[in-house]
Every structure is written in structure tokens, then in C-alpha cells.
């Protein structure tokens, strides 16, 4: 077990995934500079209750399965602020939350994948790439827009990162993603949920189209 800054924050970061900050409070521009001196990173959890506000009311209670975060870019925005991107690398657990700094300290270890059968997550990973290719297809259909050619990742388990990454779902169910215990059942879920989302978004689009091409009236 190690200890590690934690950022309590409404999203959820994956492995090898980015995140774009805007630091602003005193208790993390602390933390992020002593990141960087540190050459240190820093843990992202979601917030299953609290404010990301200081002071602003009800405790912070994260999720117990987070990811760590190196920085990777800083750019100085005045008064001591900053924008940081960072970038996701391993899976941790949280045993204890410790006060002994200005900003949230947890007592962690590191929380890796379980080992799933080869052919059966290289199924899963292939059945995935299907996935994410229809959903961005969609996705420029509704957004009106040319997708620049996306390199999928070959590995399954990056695979699976990228695509919860890239879906637009409940943060809930994306620690859930996060949480999973064995590299099978993470690429198992992500595919479950796309089933699941797909055919609402293409529902959704084709009323909007209906709509779009409905006569205009002024009765």
C-alpha cells in the first residue's frame, strides 16, 4: 500500500484515457504542484456523494476503485490557476482516507485486472471493434460531421477503455466499467452496453430526422 493524492471529481478516468482540468482551488493547485515536483501522480475517484466544492455542505464520499493520473501537460492560466492534462494509468483501491493535508489523501493499493482466457476476451475484443465503429458512424450521422480516421487499439482491455470512454452514459455506470474485476468481464460489460445504447441513440436520431423534415406550419 502507498499513499496518494486523490481528486474527487463527477467523471470517471480510465487507463491510458485523458482528462482536462482546470485547477482553481488552493488545496489543489497544492496538490498538483507538489505533483510536479514530485514528479508524482495524483488519484482520480468519483464522488458517490459530497460536492467537488470546498465547504460545500455534505462530505465527500468517493468510490473505493479509482485510477491514477499522470500529468502530462500544464499550462498557467494567472494567480497561481492552471489547465492540466493528464492521463490515465492504473487501477487502485482505496482502504483509508487520511486528513493530513489540505486535500484528500488515501491510503491505496494497486487494483490490476484478474487474467481471462485468451480466445475468449480476443472474441469479445473483436465483437467490441464492431461495436465502436457503428456508434461512430452514428455519431457523425447525428452530429453532422466527418470523423477523423480513428485508430482502434488492438489489445482488448484498451479497447474496452476507449469505448466506455468515448460513450456519453451515467457516470455510475462508467465506475462500474472501472470496477471490474477480471479483464473479461470489463470488455463483457462495455460490449452489454453499447447493445444497450446503440439502439436508443439510433432511436433517437431517426425522431430527430422525422422531426427535421416535418412541414413547417404557421397554425
Sequence with gaps: MYKLPLFPLNTVLFPGMPLTLHIFEERYKQMIHECI???????????KSGSEVLNAGAPVVPYEIGCTAQIAQVQPAGQGRMNIVALGQERFRIFD????RPYMVGLVE???LQNSDTDQLHYAG???QIQIMRYLSMLEAMEDVQLEDIHLPDDPVSLAYFAAFLMKVESAEKQAILSAEA??????????????EI????????????????PFSLN
Design 37 to 47: 515536483e514530485g514528479d508524482q501522480s495524483f488519484g482520480v475517484v468519483l464522488l
Design 97 to 100: 482516507l487520511q486528513e493530513d
Design 110 to 112: 494497486p487494483y490490476p
Design 126 to 128: 473483436a465483437h467490441l
Design 183 to 196: 479483464a473479461l468481464d470489463l470488455v463483457t460489460r462495455v460490449n452489454a452496453l453499447y447493445r444497450k
Design 199 to 214: 439502439p436508443l441513440q439510433e432511436m433517437i436520431f431517426r425522431q430527430m430526422k422525422r422531426q427535421s423534415a416535418a
